[in-house]
Every structure is written in C-alpha cells, then in structure tokens.
C-alpha cells in the first residue's frame, strides 16, 4: 500500500519575533517493510532547510529564520510504500525469556532498557504493575500482548488531558489521557522486565471499519519491544493492536524527547500558539514519476489559509504592550 502523508505545522506569535530556530522530524523512515520514496520540507517565511540523520537513523531537518516575522508554518508532504506486515505469532514458547536474555546480554540495548525522561518507574506505575501483573511468566510476547490490552482497558482515550510534557503520572492518576501517554507507561512496564522497548512517532492511517480511538488529522505513537525469533515488533496501546501496514514510522527513540515533531527556540518575548493538521491518504499505486502528489482542494484552502499573515492586534492590545 502507498501512502500520502501531509503534515501541517503552524507556530502563531502574538507578537513579532526577531528569530527562529527549528528542527523537524517529519521524514518517514526506510526500513524494514516500510520505503520513503519522496519527502518535501516547505517553510514559510522561507529558509535554507538543512538535514542529517541522527545515531538512530531518523531523518531531521533544521532551519535558521533571522528576520522578524509573527508567524512560522512548516508543510511537510510524503509518499512512502508499506509493505504489508507479517503478524506475531500467539506465543513464542517456553525458553524464549532465557533466550532473550542472551540477546540483551551480547547485543546494545542499554539506552532501551534504562529509565528515560517520560518513561520511569514511580509508585503508581508499580501499582498499575501489579493490577496488570506485569512479571516475568509464560513468554514475552504473551505478557506483552496482555499489558497491550490492558491499557487499552484501563485508560480512557481523552484529548486534552495531559500535556505534552506531562509525567506518566498525571494519566496514572486520573485514568484517562492520549496516545503519548499510553506508549510513556507501556515503555515503562516492559521495561521493568528487562525487555528493550522504545518509542515510535508516526503516523495512522485511520478507517471507518477499524474504530480507532486515536484521533484522525494527528500524529501518533506506540510502542516496539524487542523479542526473539520477531526483532522489534509494534504494540499501539492507544488502539489494542499489534503496529501494521497501518502505521507509518517516522522516528524512534527512548520517549518522546528524543523524537518531536518539531523542536526549536525563537528569540523575543511573546506568546505562542500551535496548530496541527495531518492527512493520511492511501492508494493502490504511486503516481507517475512526472507527476506531483495529487493535492485534495480542502487541504489547498488549508495551507493557504496557514500562510495567510496573522491579524494585527487591537489597539488595546497594543497600547497595553507598549506600556
């Protein structure tokens, strides 16, 4: 299958700033079965983009905007090819924990095991363990499967909830919270049992016949854990299903510090408000090469609209500035 992934960025200042410095992680990854065959980086105010791929092999773009401008939009369009995936099996047998232990001992998982930023153990992480338990019995696959499940029973999937720098345990305590969230606290279970586990940040094509609970127009997260006989397989606690032809890879590292979509610093003193939108559009077949990824007129009259220059403020406003 062949996606289309478009990815709208929008940073709105209410007052001008003299500078911006961002970087981006918004390049589909190539490997196993998924190909980027094209990416484009657009920027408005327009900038020299630059790129290089970090330890861990995710693409990222960064830019330097020096002139004053009160708002930055960043329009990221891809085509990727997703091979079908092939999907574990039910259970991988009796030996399969001594067996990886071997290949945590002989391989280099360290950063994958310890605790992280966003994914460490507290007391009502334990607590949850136990609800679940979450200990070494029958085989990885099988535990990791039922705490895949089990989080999908446990929290409710509500927008708005926690914040994108929040602790595992603002979602631990009220039961409820995103996508980012529940990959945070799946990371931080398994990796109690001494399985590698990181984060991923992507993209899910969304239908009507699948009910996901994650939103359409977002990115998203889950989980990949490292097993035998498999390598690194995909758990998406949000929606209770094993990471398919569904989900497109873009970064992947110890939590979501490591892998924002857009991370970046700008100079002045003002307030910053952030608008997202993404389209995921499947297809039997790429278009020719000649021809440039077709463009669906709502998301035309939604990147014009991005970049049309921000509003001036009321004279209030303004004289409550100068001030």
């Given at each position: 299958m062949f996606?289309?992934?478009?990815?709208?960025?929008?940073?709105?200042?209410?007052?001008?700033?003299?500078?911006?410095?961002?970087?981006?992680?918004?390049?589909?990854?190539?490997?196993?079965?998924?190909?980027?065959?094209?990416?484009?980086?657009?920027?408005?105010?327009?900038?020299?983009?630059?790129?290089?791929?970090d330890h861990l092999g995710n693409n990222?773009?960064?830019?330097?905007?020096?002139?004053?401008?009160?708002?930055?939009?960043?329009?990221?369009?891809?085509?990727?090819?997703?091979?079908?995936?092939?999907?574990?099996?039910?259970?991988?047998?009796?030996?399969?924990?001594?067996?990886?232990?071997?290949?945590?001992?002989?391989?280099?998982y360290w950063e994958m095991l310890l605790p992280s930023e966003y994914a460490k153990p507290t007391p009502l992480l334990?607590?949850?363990?136990?609800?679940?338990?979450v200990r070494r019995r029958d085989d990885p696959l099988?535990?990791?499967?039922?705490?895949?499940?089990?989080?999908?029973?446990?929290?409710?999937?509500?927008?708005?909830?926690?914040?994108?720098?929040?602790?595992?345990?603002d979602a631990l305590r009220s039961g409820k919270g995103v996508c980012q969230d529940f990959a945070h606290i799946m990371i931080a279970l398994v990796r109690t049992l001494q399985v590698p586990c990181r984060y991923v940040s992507g993209y899910l094509h969304h239908r009507s016949q699948d009910h996901d609970r994650s939103s359409e127009g977002a990115t998203h997260a889950w989980v990949e854990a490292l097993l035998p006989h498999l390598g690194w397989v995909g758990f998406d606690p949000t929606n209770f299903l094993f990471a398919g032809d569904r989900h497109i890879r873009t970064a992947i590292g110890r939590d979501y510090a490591d892998v924002p979509p857009t991370k970046g610093i700008f100079r002045g003193k003002t307030e910053s408000e952030l608008s997202v939108a993404v389209r995921v559009a499947p297809s039997e077949a790429?278009?020719?090469?000649?021809?440039?990824?077709?463009?669906?007129?709502?998301?035309?009259?939604l990147v014009e609209k991005a970049q049309e220059p921000p509003p001036p403020p009321p004279v209030q406003h303004m004289q409550q500035q100068q001030q």
């Amino acid at each position: 299958m062949f996606y289309t992934i478009r990815h709208l960025t929008k940073f709105r200042y209410s007052t001008p700033v003299s500078e911006s410095v961002m970087e981006t992680r918004m390049h589909p990854r190539s490997d196993g079965n998924q190909r980027c065959l094209t990416f484009h980086l657009s920027v408005s105010p327009r900038s020299r983009v630059f790129s290089y791929r970090d330890h861990l092999g995710n693409n990222l773009h960064h830019f330097d905007i020096p002139g004053e401008h009160a708002q930055l939009v960043i329009v990221a369009e891809s085509l990727v090819d997703l091979q079908p995936a092939v999907m574990p099996p039910l259970s991988l047998g009796q030996d399969t924990w001594h067996e990886l232990d071997s290949m945590v001992n002989n391989g280099d998982y360290w950063e994958m095991l310890l605790p992280s930023e966003y994914a460490k153990p507290t007391p009502l992480l334990m607590e949850l363990a136990r609800k679940l338990d979450v200990r070494r019995r029958d085989d990885p696959l099988i535990v990791l499967n039922e705490i895949n499940e089990g989080l999908y029973r446990h929290f409710d999937y509500v927008k708005e909830t926690t914040k994108v720098d929040s602790p595992i345990d603002d979602a631990l305590r009220s039961g409820k919270g995103v996508c980012q969230d529940f990959a945070h606290i799946m990371i931080a279970l398994v990796r109690t049992l001494q399985v590698p586990c990181r984060y991923v940040s992507g993209y899910l094509h969304h239908r009507s016949q699948d009910h996901d609970r994650s939103s359409e127009g977002a990115t998203h997260a889950w989980v990949e854990a490292l097993l035998p006989h498999l390598g690194w397989v995909g758990f998406d606690p949000t929606n209770f299903l094993f990471a398919g032809d569904r989900h497109i890879r873009t970064a992947i590292g110890r939590d979501y510090a490591d892998v924002p979509p857009t991370k970046g610093i700008f100079r002045g003193k003002t307030e910053s408000e952030l608008s997202v939108a993404v389209r995921v559009a499947p297809s039997e077949a790429p278009p020719p090469l000649d021809q440039e990824l077709p463009i669906p007129e709502d998301w035309s009259i939604l990147v014009e609209k991005a970049q049309e220059p921000p509003p001036p403020p009321p004279v209030q406003h303004m004289q409550q500035q100068q001030q």
